[in-house]
């Protein structure tokens, strides 16, 4: 298996399991889950052979936006915190469709593309959407979610000028991105420390993500690190199928199930004490 087409699975992984996090933010509308298969279908029928259907998958993604936006612009910091996941699945969109129609954006090939894409997917929409869901919700903790949420879209800013414009900004959007998730999953685990299963999922999370990280810290330092497994790069082998496989979907599982879990001791004390 080439690199190219084990991007293109990742990819496709990635595009099934991060507009879930939709979930998190509102009540998903009628028909959503047809537009999610379409879309779904979409991108799965544009990755291996109808590159045409690529550009359904931009507009289901523009779509879901508008649904969590309600129609309007963010009023305040945790409704722009709740943007922003949303606005990484429109940038991961125009990746994938550079890379499927290979339109060569910013001069980069589907390589670049489909790994950009992952990033936008995993990193942006899975990883941050559970910790910008967990910033839309009134509590203690709320501030250090909606910081921690911006500082993460400020940083992968950061990372795309470095890798375009000025090497010197990458590590600076690298080093705030290690700061900024794990302390947000960290916290998370404090809070959910009484719930089991979305405990174990985002310990699982934070593992496999402080994992990733390391190899993404050699990498970029360019230390001695994994170097490739047959013809697929180590980053791609390893770090790609980590995050999108474990990492993103771990987090995002884990959040779902703790504030499920809150709402309905929630609901249930509410109405005791009606």
């Given at each position: 298996?080439?690199?190219?087409?084990?991007?293109?699975?990742?990819?496709?992984?990635?595009a099934?399991?991060?507009?879930?996090?939709?979930r998190?933010?509102?009540a998903?509308?009628?028909?959503?889950?047809?537009?999610?298969?379409?879309?779904?279908?979409?991108?799965?029928?544009?990755?291996?052979?109808?590159?045409?259907?690529?550009?359904?998958?931009?507009?289901?993604?523009?779509?879901?936006?508008?649904v969590?936006?309600?129609?309007?612009?963010p009023?305040?910091?945790p409704?722009?915190?709740?943007?922003?996941p949303?606005?990484?699945?429109?940038?991961?969109?125009?990746?994938?469709?550079?890379?499927?129609?290979?339109?060569?954006?910013?001069?980069?090939?589907?390589?670049?593309?489909?790994?950009?894409?992952?990033?936008?997917n995993?990193?942006?929409?899975?990883?941050?959407?559970?910790?910008?869901?967990?910033?839309?919700?009134?509590?203690?903790?709320?501030?250090?979610y909606?910081?921690?949420?911006?500082?993460?879209?400020?940083?992968?800013?950061?990372?795309?000028?470095?890798?375009?414009?000025?090497?010197?900004?990458?590590?600076?959007?690298?080093?705030?991105?290690?700061?900024?998730?794990?302390?947000?999953?960290?916290?998370?685990?404090?809070?959910?420390?009484?719930?089991?299963?979305?405990?174990?999922?985002?310990?699982?999370?934070v593992?496999?993500?402080?994992?990733?990280?390391?190899?993404?810290?050699?990498?970029q330092?360019?230390?001695?690190?994994?170097?490739?497994?047959?013809?697929?790069?180590?980053?791609v082998?390893?770090?790609?199928?980590?995050?999108?496989?474990?990492?993103?979907?771990?987090?995002?599982?884990?959040?779902?199930?703790?504030?499920?879990?809150?709402?309905?001791?929630?609901a249930?004390?509410?109405?005791?004490?009606?």
């Amino acid at each position: 298996m080439t690199e190219l087409q084990v991007l293109r699975v990742l990819v496709l992984v990635s595009a099934v399991v991060a507009p879930w996090s939709t979930r998190l933010f509102v009540a998903l509308p009628r028909g959503w889950r047809v537009a999610y298969g379409v879309g779904v279908v979409s991108v799965a029928g544009a990755l291996f052979g109808l590159p045409w259907l690529a550009v359904l998958w931009p507009i289901f993604c523009l779509g879901n936006l508008a649904v969590v936006l309600a129609g309007r612009l963010p009023r305040s910091l945790p409704e722009l915190a709740a943007a922003v996941p949303f606005a990484f699945s429109l940038v991961a969109a125009t990746w994938i469709v550079g890379g499927i129609h290979d339109l060569r954006i910013l001069g980069y090939g589907p390589h670049f593309s489909f790994y950009a894409a992952l990033h936008g997917n995993v990193l942006g929409w899975m990883l941050v959407g559970a910790i910008a869901a967990l910033a839309r919700r009134e509590g203690p903790r709320q501030r250090l979610y909606v910081a921690a949420t911006l500082v993460c879209f400020v940083s992968f800013l950061l990372v795309a000028i470095g890798i375009d414009v000025s090497a010197s900004f990458k590590p600076i959007g690298v080093a705030g991105l290690t700061f900024a998730i794990p302390t947000a999953q960290i916290v998370f685990l404090i809070d959910a420390r009484s719930n089991r299963a979305a405990f174990t999922a985002g310990l699982l999370a934070v593992g496999a993500l402080a994992f990733t990280l390391g190899l993404a810290w050699l990498h970029q330092l360019g230390l001695p690190s994994l170097g490739s497994i047959g013809s697929v790069r180590a980053m791609v082998a390893v770090h790609g199928v980590v995050n999108t496989l474990v990492v993103g979907p771990a987090m995002l599982w884990a959040v779902h199930r703790y504030v499920r879990t809150v709402d309905a001791r929630r609901a249930s004390a509410a109405l005791v004490g009606a």
